[in-house]
């Protein structure tokens, strides 16, 4: 289930990207496409961790550290 949703992010990011024609507006689609990425590779990691409200911690804090490092790493910020 997690990983249609996932999947799907991903998709749309794609699709959204495939429009750009502007280079201004491509970097801005793809610091965000690189961001949705991130937070959703962290937060897949982040739901191995624990059990109950752990593991809801522990996705939470991955998702928003995985979209940080990814926008840090493709110099978005």
């Given at each position: 289930?997690?990983?249609?949703?996932?999947?799907?992010?991903?998709?749309?990011?794609?699709?959204?990207?495939?429009?750009?024609?502007?280079?201004?507006?491509?970097?801005?689609?793809?610091?965000?496409?690189?961001?949705?990425?991130?937070a959703?590779?962290?937060?897949?990691?982040?739901?191995?961790?624990?059990?109950?409200?752990?593991?809801?911690?522990?996705?939470?804090?991955g998702?928003?550290?995985?979209?940080?490092i990814?926008?840090?790493?493709?110099?978005?910020?």
């Amino acid at each position: 289930m997690k990983t249609g949703f996932v999947l799907t992010c991903l998709a749309v990011a794609a699709a959204g990207l495939s429009g750009c024609s502007n280079p201004a507006d491509q970097r801005e689609a793809e610091c965000v496409a690189g961001t949705v990425g991130g937070a959703a590779l962290g937060g897949l990691v982040g739901n191995q961790i624990g059990a109950g409200t752990g593991n809801v911690l522990a996705t939470a804090v991955g998702t928003a550290a995985g979209a940080a490092i990814a926008n840090t790493q493709m110099g978005c910020s």
